[in-house]
């Protein structure tokens, strides 16, 4: 698959490798790659052959967060005719819904995101800021770089410190008060404290970044396609699940599930012949 601004591989053994590919910006989110977020999160949606996602940045930053220059200019009455026949979105008589159904559609990645079964790994270097740092938070496991830095850029620019899902991720990540204080400051948060107040799961040195996320891919890919889908699915109830006893009925089925699948006959053979099992890809 071909894309202005992202770019995908999808590896033989199942690992997909999405790389947010605008260097020379600092990968800002931009119209197009909206676009292309949502042409690749679809495809996911229904590609059973993609089983773990990696998520990174092209160049030194991960995400700098919204292109402002850009989204200066949907502000206004001055948008080019080329841009509106090319976005939907662009394409309407006035200012204000076209930053409605902007911001509705740039959301709607964060939703995919979690909605997609495939658990993403998210690889983060240097700057992770308002777009980019709600990416970050909605992947489902983050390692830094030493030098990651993290910022909810949206309250230091006149604009709500809750997009994206800010407001309901931060505060289930690390808690309510520390996520108040991040999200209503926006004051960076560098590696050292994400890894310490548990935002993110490892900091390595930036050059083993890369690799060590393709370890934990390798470590995932271990494990019964299906019951990894089921986890992340579970995980992602769990987030708003009224009672301990509607999880547990959930989590029943899922072992219900997974224990009638052939994936349970490799999964235990491998365990008594201590070897590492070897599961059909989908």
């Given at each position: 698959?071909?894309f202005?601004?992202?770019?995908?591989?999808?590896?033989?053994?199942?690992?997909g490798?999405?790389?947010?590919?605008?260097?020379?910006y600092?990968?800002?989110i931009?119209s197009?790659?909206?676009?292309?977020?949502?042409?690749?999160?679809?495809?996911?949606?229904?590609?059973?052959?993609?089983?773990?996602?990696?998520l990174k940045?092209?160049g030194?930053?991960f995400?700098?967060?919204?292109?402002?220059?850009?989204s200066?200019?949907?502000?206004?009455?001055?948008?080019p005719?080329?841009l509106?026949?090319?976005?939907?979105?662009?394409?309407?008589?006035?200012?204000?819904?076209?930053?409605?159904?902007?911001?509705?559609?740039?959301?709607?990645?964060?939703?995919?995101?979690r909605?997609i079964?495939?658990?993403?790994?998210?690889?983060?270097?240097?700057?992770a800021?308002?777009?980019?740092?709600?990416?970050?938070?909605?992947?489902?496991?983050?390692?830094?770089?030493k030098?990651?830095?993290?910022?909810?850029?949206?309250?230091?620019?006149?604009?709500s410190?809750?997009?994206?899902?800010?407001?309901?991720?931060?505060?289930?990540?690390?808690?309510?008060?520390?996520a108040?204080?991040?999200?209503?400051?926006?004051?960076?948060?560098?590696?050292?404290?994400?890894?310490?107040?548990?935002?993110?799961?490892?900091?390595?040195?930036?050059?083993e970044?890369?690799?060590?996320?393709l370890?934990?891919?390798?470590r995932?890919?271990?494990k019964?396609?299906?019951g990894?889908?089921?986890?992340?699915?579970?995980?992602n109830l769990?987030?708003?699940?009224p009672?301990?006893?509607?999880?547990?009925?959930?989590?029943?089925?899922?072992?219900?599930l997974?224990?009638?699948s052939k994936?349970?006959?490799?999964?235990?053979?491998?365990?008594?012949?201590?070897?590492?099992?070897?599961?059909?890809?989908k």
């Open positions: 698959m071909k202005e601004t992202i770019e995908f591989e999808l590896r033989e053994n199942g690992i490798i999405l790389t947010l590919n605008r260097p020379e600092f990968n800002a931009s197009q790659m909206v676009l292309d977020l949502h042409k690749i999160f679809n495809h996911l949606l229904i590609n059973l052959d993609c089983r773990v996602v990696i940045g092209s030194k930053h995400c700098a967060g919204l292109d402002l220059k850009e200066g200019l949907l502000s206004t009455k001055k948008v005719k080329e509106k026949e090319k976005y939907f979105f662009l394409n309407t008589p006035e200012i204000l819904k076209t930053q409605i159904y902007f911001q509705e559609y740039l959301s709607q990645i964060i939703l995919k995101m909605k079964s495939q658990p993403i790994i998210a690889l983060i270097q240097g700057a800021a308002g777009g980019g740092f709600a990416f970050a938070m909605a992947a489902d496991i983050r390692y830094a770089s030098d990651a830095k993290f910022n909810n850029a949206f309250i230091k620019i006149g604009l410190g809750s997009d994206v899902g800010t407001s309901y991720f931060l505060p289930r990540l690390i808690g309510l008060s520390r108040a204080e991040i999200l209503t400051s926006g004051r960076f948060v560098d590696s050292i404290e994400a890894e310490r107040i548990g935002f993110v799961s490892k900091v390595v040195e930036n050059r970044l890369f690799q060590k996320g370890e934990l891919a390798d995932l890919l271990l019964s396609p299906l990894l889908r089921l986890t992340k699915q579970a995980i769990s987030m708003d699940a009672s301990l006893e509607l999880m547990t009925q959930l989590e029943n089925r899922n072992q219900d997974t224990s009638t994936d349970i006959i490799e999964g235990i053979s491998s365990f008594f012949e201590k070897r590492d099992p070897n599961y059909p890809l």
